[in-house]
């Protein structure tokens, strides 16, 4: 089971390659983000690193840009949080270039040679591993010519860029091969060869996936035999037949880190969206689980308690008082940056542009949490914070017309709501009008007089009391007598002298 990997200087340097490319080349993002993901997994996997699905893919990749963008625009595109090492990276480009170029053109041939070598690796190993998969009307040649020309014919359509060869994922082959095969122009101009890649892009697929996919293309790892080891892909998400096939597997070293693995994945993909605070809680929460084995395993295979081993699978977050204050809002961020991968998968296919929708499709996220931490990290709210990362999308900019047409209606259920008040306190005072608006709310607690206030000086251009008093709900002030009206004269200029 893959660890949580920090990123490298030299990854650092292509993510900013990438932004620029966007930034200021019109680039196409979707572009950018998916040829970044893409190198820098294969990047890792021919490193002898073992990766999981969440390690530098897209939505991944799509979160880490806007941190670096911020850096990048001084803050006037993206959000902050970046880390030291981005901060570093980013200063290193402004203040010195020749040394960032440097380091930047060092990244870029470590994957030039490592796109090299998974190129050579990949079509020998195929050749090798196809004789026992062979349909009998094919040769071997003809697979690989067929592979061939169906990958130079992507790369000169546009359809990828990256050759057949070079890709070391099952699922990103399958999307590429499906969208070639499914192209008529292709199939008219190509018939012989589409006939062939139809069976051809199907083995390749499979050999992806129980070949390179285990493997990992590492001559520096010595991988135990395939045979013996169980696909877990294959269960999906079925945890009961993975729990049986736990207590089915011995307990040779192989073994232990299957079983240990088998735990951790399902664990995984429990706690993805949010992290467990307890050993305890992971306990009592998953009694279906042969958890109480992790700590065992652990210590044996990676020298590692259970705690140490969950909290480095990201399974359970870090003691709160045995963080630092940048640890803190790391694990804050990182619990964001999870909720919003989430959401951005979710999302794929039918964007939304309200919060509420967001949350009335997606019960399972807490948008009072997005709202915390955005709040908390970057001084933004939830709408804001998801508009910026993609999630939301902006509502499409209204027709002058549109806007006339809500304001009549925002009027218009005012009046309505104003209306309904009046009724009920005309009603109440029809034969006897109060004498005063303080009256009126003392007697009338159910009723908003500050609505009213705010309804008629808006509809009518009237105070509250001079509206009720349209309506008869209150009674004209007496008129005063002269005597009274000298009083009130000479209390004023009583009132003014003294102060």
């Known amino acids: 089971m893959a660890l ?7 990854e650092v340097a292509l993510l900013i390659e990438a932004c620029e490319k966007v930034l200021y080349k019109g680039h196409p ?12 997994r294969t990047r890792a996997l021919l490193s002898g690193l073992e990766i999981d699905d969440i390690f530098r893919n897209e939505n991944g990749i799509f979160l880490q840009m806007t941190k670096m963008a911020y850096l990048l625009t001084d803050g006037k595109v993206g959000l902050p949080g970046a880390s030291k090492l ?35 690796n990949n079509k020998e190993s195929f050749s090798r591993w196809l004789p026992p998969h062979l349909p009998k009307t094919y040769t071997i040649e003809v697979i690989i010519s067929a592979l061939q020309e169906g990958s130079d014919y992507c790369r000169a359509h546009g359809i990828s860029k990256e050759d057949f060869w070079t890709i070391s994922e099952k699922s990103k082959f399958t999307a590429v091969s499906s969208r070639l095969l499914s192209m008529r122009l292709f199939r008219l101009t190509h018939r012989k060869t589409a006939a062939v890649l139809d069976k051809a892009v199907l083995l390749y697929a499979e050999f992806l996936k129980t070949y390179v996919a285990d493997k990992q293309n590492s001559d520096a790892i010595k991988q135990p035999d395939e045979s013996m080891i169980p696909n ?26 299957v079983k240990l693995d088998i735990v951790t994945s399902i664990l995984k993909q429990r706690y993805s969206t949010v992290r467990a605070k307890t050993l305890k809680e992971v306990v009592d929460n998953n009694k279906d689980l042969p958890v109480y084995h992790i700590n065992a395993l652990a210590q ?42 989430v959401l951005l998968t979710r999302i794929k296919e039918r964007p939304i542009s309200s919060l509420k929708e967001l949350a009335e499709q997606n019960p399972d996220v807490s948008v009072a949490s997005v709202n915390g931490l ?3 990290l970057y001084g933004l709210t939830a709408s804001e914070y998801l508009l910026k990362v993609g999630v939301l999308q902006s509502a499409p900019e209204k027709t002058e017309e549109e806007k006339a047409r809500e304001a009549q209606e925002a009027r218009e259920e005012k009046a309505k709501k104003l209306q309904q008040f009046t009724d009920i306190l005309v009603s109440r005072y029809s034969t006897q009008p109060a004498h005063s608006l303080k009256e009126l ?33 209150l009674q004209p002030a007496p008129e005063k007598t002269e005597e009274e009206k000298a009083r009130e004269a000479q209390e004023a200029r009583e009132e003014r002298a003294k102060k």
């Open 232 to 257: 877990l892909d294959s269960f999906g998400q079925d945890t009961k037949s993975l729990v049986e096939l736990f207590y089915s597997l011995d307990d040779s070293d192989e073994m232990l880190r």
């Open 29 to 40: 993002k979707q572009e950018v983000v998916s040829g970044l993901s893409s190198a820098l």
């Open 86 to 120: 981005y901060v570093e990276i980013a200063e290193l480009r402004k203040t010195n270039p020749a040394e960032y170029n440097k380091l930047l053109e060092n990244a870029r041939n470590q994957l030039r040679k490592k796109e090299a070598k998974v190129e050579i």
């Open 441 to 473: 709310i003392e007697q009338n607690l159910d009723v908003s007089f500050a609505s009213i206030n705010s309804w008629a000086r808006e509809l009518y251009g009237l105070t509250a009391s001079d509206y009720l008093l349209k309506k008869g709900v």
């Open 300 to 341: 044996k295979l990676d020298h590692l308690t259970a705690l140490q081993y969950l909290v480095a699978n990201g399974i359970i977050q870090k003691p709160i008082d045995a963080m630092s204050e940048e640890e803190r809002l790391n694990v804050k961020r990182d619990s964001l940056d999870r909720i919003t991968q």
């Open 4 to 10: 949580r990997i920090e990123w490298d200087k030299y």
């Open 374 to 376: 955005a709040k908390e």
